[in-house]
């Protein structure tokens, strides 16, 4: 099975998040600091990610069982 493609596109798309994130941080030391807005969306983001690390982790439990053909 040919799976590289998907892994290659989650870590594509962990890049890009990765450079938004460096882009906000530096916003934050440069431009102007963080606030409520800023701290409750960043508590978005690492609700997000904590779903993300779960839903990863649990790949490493999914069984074989292909559905039968109708």
């Not at 530096?26 to 431009?31: L, W």
């Not at 779960?54 to 790949?59: D, F, G, K, V």
């Amino acid at each position: 099975m040919n799976t590289i493609h998907h892994y290659s596109a989650c870590l594509d798309s962990l890049n890009r998040m990765t450079a938004t994130i460096n882009a906000i941080a530096y916003d934050f030391k440069e431009t102007a600091p963080r606030n409520e807005l800023d701290l409750q969306l960043i508590d978005g983001l690492l609700a997000a990610a904590a779903g993300m690390t779960q839903a990863a982790e649990a790949l490493k439990t999914v069984d074989y069982d292909p559905s039968p053909e109708e």
